[in-house]
């Protein structure tokens, strides 16, 4: 099994920046992927980006050229750096890791981006 830790939500003004983590624990050897999602109020839960265990990474157009996706193996922690924030961006934003013995999600860390 895995287990998931996010972190470093919180409260923003629109332009800032906030960097999310994501720390792994258990089987993690057996992680193929992990992606950063993200769930608005009233909206269904979107992909925002993920970066494979080659460290390929990918993102949705709405986020590119303003958040990056990384990790630190020693760690077993990915993180998604968020710049340039709007408020569109608001939402609980959630890491999900694909892996040889299923898909594992985290609890979820709440980002708020005023105007």
């Known amino acids: 099994q895995v287990q998931l830790v996010e972190s470093g939500g919180g409260l923003v003004q629109a332009g800032g920046s906030l960097r999310l983590s994501c720390a792994a624990s258990?089987?993690?050897?057996?992680?193929?992927?992990i992606g950063w999602h993200r769930q608005a109020p009233g909206k269904q839960r979107e992909l925002v980006a993920y970066?494979?265990?080659?460290?390929?990474?990918n993102y949705v157009p709405s986020v590119k050229g303003r958040f990056i996706i990384s990790r630190d193996n020693a760690k077993s922690t990915v993180y998604l750096q968020m710049n340039s924030l709007k408020p569109e961006d608001t939402a609980v934003y959630y890491c999900?890791?694909?892996?040889?013995?299923?898909?594992?999600w985290g609890q979820g860390t709440q980002v708020t981006v005023s105007s």
């Open positions: 999900r890791a694909l892996s040889e013995l299923g898909a594992y």
């Open positions: 258990g089987s993690t050897g057996s992680i193929n992927a």
């Open positions: 970066i494979t265990s080659g460290g390929s990474t």
